[in-house]
């Protein structure tokens, strides 16, 4: 019995030490969005440009999916990032009916910058830390990785299961 709250009391502890970690790196982000790109994106609009970096061509179906959002959001948040200059559409190479999604040359330069930007900052705050926090952060936030993948491919299959 002792194991289960000794156990529960970890979890609980983990996930307020992660939404603390999460708050600081959405202060960490803000600090740094005067430095952003002229094109700065909502935080939907920059998932779904993590999306085409991952799994591009996507169409827009997929990508709804992916992201959990209705087909016409999609639509609109695509209007919006093409209109910026972050994606393009192209006719389906299987489909005459459907559109793949692409990063442009612009959409994956500010992927990258951001992700320059975001890493700098990490790392001036990770210097910080002592060799051994440091690999315990590493391990920690790997295995946190594994989970999480672990849990969205459970609910890929069950959400396949239920359909």
């Not at 529960?8 to 970690?21: F, I, L, P, W």
């Not at 600090?31 to 169409?59: C, E, F």
């Not at 948040?77 to 999604?101: H, I, N, Q």
């Amino acid at each position: 019995m002792h194991s289960e709250t000794s156990s529960g009391a970890d979890r609980d502890a983990a996930a307020c030490a992660a939404r603390e970690v999460i708050e600081l790196l959405e202060v960490l982000w803000s600090k740094g969005r005067h430095m952003a790109s002229p094109a700065p994106v909502s935080s939907s609009q920059l998932r779904a440009l993590y999306v085409l970096d991952r799994d591009q061509p996507i169409n827009l179906r997929t990508l709804g999916e992916v992201l959990g959002s209705a087909p016409s959001s999609v639509s609109r948040m695509c209007d919006r990032l093409d209109a910026l200059g972050f994606v393009e559409r192209t006719p389906s190479s299987s489909s005459r009916r459907e559109l793949e999604l692409r990063l442009s040359s612009r959409g994956e330069s500010y992927l990258r910058d951001l992700r320059s930007r975001r890493e700098a900052a990490l790392l001036e705050v990770i210097s910080a830390m002592p060799p051994a926090e440091r690999a315990a952060l590493a391990a920690g936030l790997s295995g946190f990785r594994v989970a999480f993948e672990g849990a969205a491919t459970k609910a890929a299959g069950d959400a396949a299961e239920s359909a």
